[in-house]
């Protein structure tokens, strides 16, 4: 994960976002949270990967009776929050807090924002969707039950030219490799930011997979087109850009 890391300690401010990009995605977030969870419930919030607070702030004034912890491994994000009693900021490899955490906090919701795509190694495509796997798996030992998983996530979905898993490796291993400039940039122009740091996207079908094999109820599935990419980019692409916001509850009967 050290790559990783690097990345977004000299890239941090690239992840801030424009602040009319940062109201369209609570604008579409919030709704969801109100529909799953008690607004004046005492609420526990696990941001993994939070990095500047963004998302926090806004659960802390959503939810005045909760309580919110930020886990990211870069400290220059972190040092972008605001300060504020109810919220708990740890520089940690997520890896290393959940193994810390289980069987001592129950989470009433753990959140990945924009983060699953990153949890990768450039040894091997393979090893990555393990360890996105992985990190579900080590999430749930945290989560209350009837709790809920949070996600906003970018996926990839295939346009049929090649079959989608291959596709999928072409992008992870170009994005884990120092390419030349002109390849570099082409990665960029279709809004790769991660060149160096590596991505290994879902598509629909991946996540749903993903979240229904660790027995998670899909309750808010909100799909939509991310980027209007053109012909070109799609076909550099061989494939099409979405995101989709995802609620998934834990059962309570599977404490």
Not at 11 to 16: D, E, K, P, S, T
Not at 64 to 73: A, G
Request: charged letters at 25%.
């Amino acid at each position: 994960m050290s790559d990783i890391k690097q990345h977004f300690e000299e890239h941090a401010a690239v992840y801030l976002g424009a602040s009319s990009q940062l109201e369209k995605i609570w604008n579409r977030r919030q709704p969801l949270f109100e529909r799953c969870l008690d607004r004046n419930a005492p609420l526990r919030f696990l941001d993994i990967g939070g990095g500047s607070g963004i998302l926090a702030d806004q659960l802390l004034e959503l939810f005045p009776q909760s309580q919110v912890t930020i886990v990211d491994l870069s400290q220059s994000l972190l040092d972008y929050n605001r300060p504020n009693d109810r919220k708990q900021l740890i520089c940690e490899d997520a890896w290393e807090f959940l193994a810390r955490q289980q069987g001592q906090v129950a989470y009433d919701v753990v959140n990945f924002d924009v983060l699953l795509h990153h949890i990768l190694t450039p040894r091997s495509f393979r090893e990555s969707r393990q360890m996105q796997a992985e990190i579900i798996r080590q999430s749930l030992q945290v989560l209350a039950p009837g709790g809920y998983i949070s996600i906003r996530e970018i996926l990839y979905e295939s346009l049929g030219m090649l079959p989608r898993s291959t596709t999928q490796r072409l992008l992870w291993y170009a994005s884990t490799r120092r390419l030349p400039r002109f390849a570099s940039r082409l990665l960029q122009g279709l809004g790769m930011k991660s060149q160096g740091g590596g991505v290994c996207f879902f598509s629909q079908q991946d996540l749903r997979s993903l979240l229904l094999a660790n027995r998670l109820e899909l309750v808010e599935w909100d799909l939509n087109r991310l980027v209007r990419l053109t012909w070109k980019y799609r076909l550099a692409l061989v494939g099409d850009v979405t995101d989709v916001y995802v609620m998934a509850r834990r059962p309570v009967e599977s404490a």
